[in-house]
C-alpha cells in the first residue's frame, strides 16, 4: 500500500529551527513535495525534492533520502506567521499513472512567542 | 490573474439533496484534481482529470461524479449527499512538466445534514 507518516504536532519558540520528518512507503516514487496551509486557507506549494539532497529556498530547507525513504523539511528563523499545517506529498504511480500526489496527514506547527 | 477559483465557498445541504461544486482555472493547467479534507486526514484524492474530456478515479471516489468539458473548468457532483460527506473540497490544477507542483483554489466547505 501507500502511506506517508509525519508528526502530528510540533512546537517551537520564535527564531528557533523546527525539523518536520516525512517517512514514506509507495509503489512508486517520482519525487517528495512539501505544502503550507494555514488554518482555513488554501495548500501552497513550498518545496520539490526529485533526488537525494538538500534544496533551499529562504529560511526553507528540504532534504531527501531515497534509499531510506525519508524526506524532512527544515524552517530556520521562526516566525510567529509559520505557524500553520505542513503537508509531505508523494507523487506516486497509483492506477497505472504517475499524475497524482499522495498527501499525508499533516503536521501542525505551533511558533511560540 | 485568479489563478484556481472555486464556487461556492459554504454550502450546508440536507441528507438526499445534489449539487455541484465548480473550479475554474486560468492557468492553462492540462491536470486538475478534486479533493476532500477532513480532520486529521490530510487530502484525500476524489477525482482527477488530465485533459479536457478526461476523467479519472482517485482514492475515494464513491458517491461522487466529475466533468470536464472544457479545459479551464473542472465539476464536482453530489448526487444525492450522505452526512459523511460533510468535508472541506479543494480543487486544484498542475501542468504536465511540474506535477509535483499543485495549485489550490480556496475551498469549499460542506455541510450535509
Known amino acids: 500500500g501507500q502511506s506517508l507518516e509525519q508528526p502530528s504536532e510540533v512546537t517551537a519558540v520564535e527564531g528557533a529551527i523546527v525539523q518536520i520528518n516525512c517517512t514514506y512507503q509507495t509503489s512508486g516514487f517520482y519525487g517528495l513535495s512539501w505544502y503550507q496551509q494555514h488554518d482555513g486557507g488554501a495548500p501552497t506549494f513550498l518545496s520539490y525534492?526529485?533526488?537525494?539532497g538538500l534544496e533551499e529556498t529562504g529560511r526553507f530547507s528540504s532534504f531527501l533520502s531515497r534509499s531510506d525513504s525519508y524526506g524532512y523539511l527544515l524552517l530556520q528563523e521562526l516566525q510567529m506567521k509559520d505557524s500553520a499545517s505542513y503537508f509531505c506529498a508523494v507523487r506516486d504511480r497509483y492506477g497505472g499513472a504517475t499524475n497524482k500526489l499522495i498527501f499525508g496527514t499533516g503536521t501542525l506547527l505551533a511558533v511560540q512567542p | 490573474n485568479a489563478g484556481v477559483t472555486q464556487t461556492p465557498k459554504f454550502r450546508v445541504l440536507k441528507t438526499g439533496q445534489s449539487m455541484t461544486l465548480l473550479c475554474a482555472q486560468d492557468?492553462?493547467?492540462?491536470?486538475m484534481y478534486w479533493y476532500r479534507q477532513d480532520p486529521g486526514m490530510g487530502l484525500r484524492l476524489i477525482h482527477y482529470?488530465?485533459?479536457?474530456?478526461?476523467?479519472a478515479k482517485g482514492e475515494v471516489p464513491d458517491g461522487y461524479n466529475v466533468s470536464r468539458l472544457k479545459k479551464q473548468n473542472f465539476l464536482l457532483g453530489l448526487e444525492s449527499a450522505a452526512p459523511s460527506q460533510t468535508s472541506v473540497y479543494f480543487c486544484?490544477?498542475?501542468?504536465?512538466?511540474?506535477?509535483?507542483?499543485?495549485?489550490f483554489g480556496a475551498g469549499t466547505r460542506l455541510s450535509v445534514l
Open positions: 486544484a490544477s498542475s501542468s504536465p512538466g511540474t506535477q509535483n507542483i499543485q495549485y
Open positions: 492557468m492553462n493547467h492540462e491536470y
Open positions: 482529470s488530465v485533459g479536457e474530456g478526461t476523467t
Open positions: 525534492n526529485a533526488l537525494d
